[in-house]
């Protein structure tokens, strides 16, 4: 179990490099205590032996995700002012991180539909959203927009 935790913090580490890189949200235990406060559904994680899948989402307004993606504000901006309460429209898929040896098998796309099906029983959510990283990540935001009927806005 603890290999696993430690190999995805490590593809995190790898893929996102977040901490050499102000835009990106500064993910620590006070902004996961806030996801959770935002709804429920944000985080999502994937067992065997181990985290195999993680997913990150925000829900957020349709006007922040405007911001962020006209890179008027960074994603830690956009995050900072989402607030509990708010009415949301929009959702960010932050991120989904899957170990290599877990990839195509439907894990990532499944478990974020889900989340955000979760998500729309509590917020009229309008638009899917995404800062792709990779291309698999590209592909992944696609077919999840496609399937939930939601336009994908890329950045």
Not at 108 to 116: E, F, V
Request: charged share 30%; aromatic share 8%; proline share 6%.
């Amino acid at each position: 179990m603890q290999e696993n935790f430690k190999r995805m913090l490590g593809l995190v580490d790898e893929i996102f490099d977040m901490r050499n890189d102000p835009r990106q949200l500064q993910v620590d235990e006070k902004v996961l205590a806030k996801l959770g406060k935002l709804h429920p559904a944000t985080l999502a994680e994937h067992n065997v032996n181990g985290p195999v899948v993680w997913i990150m989402l925000i829900p957020t307004t349709t006007e922040l995700m405007n911001k962020f993606l006209s890179d008027e504000i960074s994603e830690q901006e956009m995050f900072d002012r989402t607030n509990p309460g708010m009415k949301f429209d929009a959702v960010y898929l932050c991120s989904a991180s899957v170990l290599p040896e877990f990839r195509r098998k439907g894990l990532a796309k499944r478990m974020t539909i889900d989340a955000i099906r979760a998500i729309q029983k509590d917020h009229p959510i309008q638009a899917l959203f995404v800062w792709p990283f990779t291309e698999e990540g590209k592909i992944l935001a696609q077919k999840i927009a496609d399937e939930l009927s939601l336009p994908l806005r890329i950045k």
